[in-house]
């Protein structure tokens, strides 16, 4: 049986339509696809994706079916954390083009019918920023050093830094200065790389300036902003020490209460909501905020996705969490019931460019050492994707991940490139397997990605049989299961707005999670062995291949209309 969804017109689908209409903004039910710029699309030859090369393949993500981009960083850089060191918030770094051709890119996407996203990364800048710079240059206690974090060190002749804080990709969180004769000066924090100095928002210029920034975009025409490490920002006064502070480099996730996750953030999310909320009133179209919340609990995170704050943020507790019927009931119940609450709606998600491909996750593989069992990997992710879009929210997408890739484990030493991995002297792989640019064709060259004898990071050879034209051709591929599910989404309104009803409890002794969205039926198996399908139920549409009259087979998931 193929997995190829009905075609929407038929009566069937038509019987899914809820009862009333509804007109929510577009961001609570939108799929977004993520674009890591410079893996991408290479259309300058250069070995590095760019914006050209998003506006090429634009019309790709519009027949793929989403709703809506996210760009990654695309300012002005030296690239120490490949854009995430911002050294001028309204420009555009020329690897990546000019600001002419991302207002091209915004135009098409929205003659296209998508809307734009863009990160903003307002916890730190590069230290090449004017404002650092004029920071370095000036004296302690000085306005220029107010606008960042500058500390006298502790001990003897301040050799020590001002407190135990550990940075996210290793080592202390400071960094020292040299004065201009030569001798020790101050230290500053960074809470990633020592290139990443973190603003001090207790300044209100700072807020004033993301304000401007925030202004410049949205009158280019950007339907919203993806905040990087929005739990971040504000520290505690008189950053003292932590006892969990060693967890931040250890873990890689935000423990210390000193540095993340402060109260005073909350007044910066009203008021970029309070800005965003304006631009809609003046001329009806809606923006949003999503932000990136390190943090796991959801309850934690729909503080931030309160009515006047952001509009989203991603449930990460969900990406985190194994293969497993009882896990993944509980991870969805928390986190639509918190959030919910709110009165907002979850994101979901499944990969980004932070964290190894969902396929190696579920396969039992790992960076930096084995692909683990990769068909079953192929299989359980297929199936996570149905559940997810079957979901009540927003769901985004990261590159790649229509075409079943998974990590790239083996990457040799001397082609990575994440600082995680040099500043932690090799203890933490990085994050360069789920960023290695995209294969478009299969028996090509670089897969079609540049024209450049190598892209940026290497490709592997088995990128060939994930091509996204050799996927185009087959009549059964990971690519043809997502233009299906999104089809779907899109033509089902019960996909998008039907309440979600638990069919079964979670501890059944076959291990299948069970919902329904009106008269949609997910069910995804999640054992090891065949159970029977639903009975006086159509199938829709089921993510494995291998299907067999009255079974549904294991790691699999399938929609059905009852």
């Given at each position: 049986m193929s997995t190829t969804a009905p075609a929407p017109a038929t009566p069937e689908l038509a019987g899914l339509a809820p009862s009333a209409p509804r007109d929510d903004p577009w961001w609570r039910t939108a799929v977004v696809y993520q674009i890591y710029i410079r893996s991408f699309r290479d259309s300058t030859g250069t070995g590095i994706g760019d914006l050209g090369g998003v506006l090429e393949r634009l019309p790709y993500l519009r027949r793929l079916g989403v709703d809506a981009i996210w760009l990654s960083p695309f300012y002005p850089s030296p690239q120490h954390d490949h854009g995430y060191d911002v050294a001028d918030y309204e420009g555009v770094d020329p690897r990546f083009g000019d600001l002419d051709l991302m207002r091209q890119v915004i135009d098409h996407a929205h003659a296209l019918g998508l809307r734009v996203v863009i990160d903003i990364v307002p916890n730190h800048c590069s230290t090449d920023h004017p404002w650092f710079r004029a920071a370095l240059a000036a004296a302690p206690e000085s306005p220029e050093r107010a606008l960042f974090h500058f500390?006298?060190?502790r001990g003897p002749d301040g050799a020590e830094p001002p407190n135990n804080w550990r940075s996210?990709?290793?080592?202390?969180?400071?960094?020292?200065?040299?004065?201009?004769?030569?001798?020790?000066?101050?230290?500053?924090?960074?809470?990633?790389a020592p290139e990443q100095a973190d603003f001090n928002w207790a300044d209100p210029r700072v807020g004033d300036y993301f304000e401007s920034i925030?202004?410049?975009?949205?009158?280019?025409?950007?339907?919203?902003f993806r905040i990087d490490v929005a739990h971040g920002l504000h520290k505690q006064p008189g950053l003292p020490d932590d006892?969990?502070?060693?967890l931040d480099e250890t873990t890689g996730d935000p423990v210390n209460s000193a540095a993340w996750n402060r109260p005073e953030v909350h007044d910066v999310w009203r008021r970029w909501r309070a800005l965003t909320d304006a631009y809609e009133e003046r001329d009806g179209r809606a923006r949003v905020l999503v932000g990136e919340i390190g943090v796991l609990d959801p309850r934690q995170v729909a503080l931030y996705q309160r009515p006047d704050e952001l509009h989203q943020s991603f449930l990460f507790e969900f990406l985190r969490t194994d293969w497993d019927a009882t896990a993944f009931h509980d991870v969805i119940r928390r986190g639509v019931n918190a959030v919910t609450a709110s009165g907002s709606a979850v994101s979901w998600v499944l990969n980004n460019h932070d964290m190894p491909r969902v396929v190696t996750r579920y396969a039992g593989g790992e960076p930096g050492g084995g692909p683990g069992d990769v068909a079953l990997g192929e299989r359980r992710a297929r199936a996570a994707l149905l559940m997810m879009l079957a979901l009540p929210g927003s769901v985004y997408l990261y590159q790649g991940e229509e075409l079943g890739l998974a990590e790239v484990v083996d990457l040799p030493v001397s082609a990575l490139q994440d600082p995680m991995y040099h500043r932690s002297d090799g203890a933490r792989r990085g994050r360069d397997g789920c960023r290695v640019p995209l294969p478009w064709q299969a028996d090509t060259p670089s897969y079609g990605f540049t024209s450049a004898s190598a892209a940026w990071l290497p490709q592997p050879r088995w990128f060939s049989a994930y091509g996204a034209d050799e996927q185009q051709r087959r009549g059964e591929s990971t690519l043809h299961l997502y233009r299906a599910a999104l089809a779907l989404r899109s033509a089902v309104p019960d996909l998008r707005h039907g309440e979600l009803v638990w069919h079964r409890p979670p501890d059944s002794p076959d291990g299948v999670v069970s919902f329904r969205r009106g008269r949609l039926l997910c069910t995804v198996n999640c054992g090891p062995a065949p159970v029977p399908a639903p009975e006086t139920a159509a199938l829709l549409l089921s993510s494995a291949e291998d299907l067999e009259e009255g079974k549904q087979p294991p790691h699999s998931a399938a929609w059905w209309l009852v």
């Open positions: 500390a006298d060190g996210i990709f290793g080592g202390s969180s400071w960094a020292r200065t040299t004065t201009a004769d030569g001798t020790p000066g101050q230290y500053y924090l960074h809470s990633f925030l202004r410049f975009w949205l009158d280019l025409g950007v339907d919203g006892p969990q502070a060693a």
